[in-house]
């Protein structure tokens, strides 16, 4: 049996190469550099670099086509948005191979956290209040009359990649205008949150026409950036809450396929808002299956066109720890200028507590690509913790839905069989 795994770099990504190994599948990787660390992995047998898929979409998905097209295999599975990008050649790629995704217009509408508030709404799921200025004059009005804490977010984002929580109100006018030009938003403009004072709640789903057949649910302890974004050390929780809403969510889009959410639990009530959907796999599915969770077996069925029964229910209190990223999450603390030296002790000994937790990547069985890992991460040190260190972990991994649009009509030709 042969499997074709795009874009491993992730811990994601080897959590889904080493399982589908221990299925008993021969796994290609392809990937967008040589330093992906999961390519490195035993359970890969043929490795193959294509263009950026953020840079080069169409270069990213004729490699990956022309790979189906030449090898037989059993399912292709995308880890990250690369999904979002081979969504659209959904059509293409079933006539070599099986591949479970939701059409390119569900699953980019799914991820638009402008939708987003449609159908949440819809769906009756909790937002936080949001606001979608239509341009930079509106959008500063608002900012200019703010007297509470927001997040400021690119209408599409992947791991909190340009986001900003803006404590100080009186910064918020300034720091808008900073991410504009940054990641030049000037025709997408981000969106204004409400900033919910509380702790990061996530889950992963493994649904069949709108049902959920699996799922795990767990709160970040840690999170880098440590305002918000992924979590390198996480817990497995009870939140009803959280299942309802994903329930609802998923009936609403009738899913099928992996679909994570995150929501902020309010510090002082515990009611969760919705403030993030990735329509893909995310690392919550490595937490899952220490809890008894095999959302990736269950999956590897489902590619194959088998009927799934519902997985049985996670184990709560099971942790899962991203280990050099929770060592980022207390270097960014310890280098942080605004905590008191009493503060960051106190983070000191929150981090060396040693608790019973699980590893992402760090495996006895799997050495090369911890090793590779830790050799890239000694080499860029400095950069990674600069202002925009997990920028580098992200460079090659993300999808630039207006790039791609705007180029389609040109590349269509190229990419027909």
Request: aromatic share 10%; hydrophobic share 40%; proline share 4%.
């Amino acid at each position: 049996m042969k499997v074709l795994v795009t874009l491993a770099n992730t811990p994601t990504g080897l959590f889904m190469v080493r399982r589908l190994h221990a299925l008993g599948y021969k796994v290609t990787v392809i990937d967008s550099h040589s330093r992906s660390f999961a390519s490195y992995s035993n359970g890969v047998s043929k490795r193959i670099i294509a263009p950026s898929l953020l840079h080069e979409p169409y270069g990213y998905a004729k490699t990956v086509l022309d790979e189906l097209k030449r090898e037989q295999y059993d399912f292709y599975v995308p880890c990250l948005e690369d999904g979002f990008l081979m969504a659209h050649y959904k059509d293409i790629i079933q006539k070599y191979t099986k591949m479970v995704s939701m059409s390119y217009q569900e699953i980019t509408r799914a991820h638009s956290k402008h939708a987003m508030r449609e159908y949440a709404a819809e769906a009756n799921v909790r937002m936080p209040v949001t606001q979608a200025p239509d341009s930079l004059k509106s959008a500063f009005k608002l900012l200019e009359d703010l007297n509470s804490p927001v997040v400021i977010k690119p209408r599409v984002a992947c791991n909190a990649h340009g986001q900003k929580v803006v404590m100080d109100p009186k910064k918020a006018v300034w720091e808008y205008g900073q991410i504009v030009k940054k990641y030049g938003l000037e025709e997408q403009l981000p969106i204004v949150q409400q900033y919910i004072t509380g702790r990061l709640v996530s889950t992963v789903n493994l649904a069949v026409n709108g049902e959920v057949k699996g799922k795990v649910v767990f709160r970040a302890l840690r999170t880098v950036p440590t305002s918000g974004g992924t979590s390198s050390y996480r817990e497995t929780i009870s939140s009803p809450e959280a299942e309802l809403f994903d329930a609802r969510l998923i009936k609403h889009f009738n899913w099928t396929g992996f679909i994570s959410f995150d929501y902020m639990e309010e510090e002082s009530t515990g009611k969760l808002y919705l403030i993030d959907c990735n329509p893909r796999i995310a690392p919550g599915a490595i937490l899952a299956y220490h809890a008894g969770v095999d959302l990736m077996g269950a999956f590897a069925e489902l590619a194959q066109g088998k009927d799934i029964a519902a997985l049985p229910r996670q184990q709560d209190g099971v942790r899962c720890k991203l280990v050099f990223l929770d060592l980022g999450w207390l270097l960014y603390n310890l280098i942080d200028k605004d905590l008191t030296s009493k503060e960051k002790f106190a983070c000191f000994k929150a981090w060396i507590k040693r608790e019973k937790s699980y590893k992402d990547i760090e495996s006895i069985h799997d050495l090369r690509p911890a090793f590779a890992l830790w050799t890239f991460l000694l080499r860029n040190v400095g950069r990674l913790l600069g202002d925009d260190g997990g920028e580098i972990f992200l460079e090659h991994s993300l999808f630039d839905q207006e790039k791609f649009e705007k180029g389609l009509a040109e590349s269509a030709a190229s990419l027909l069989y």
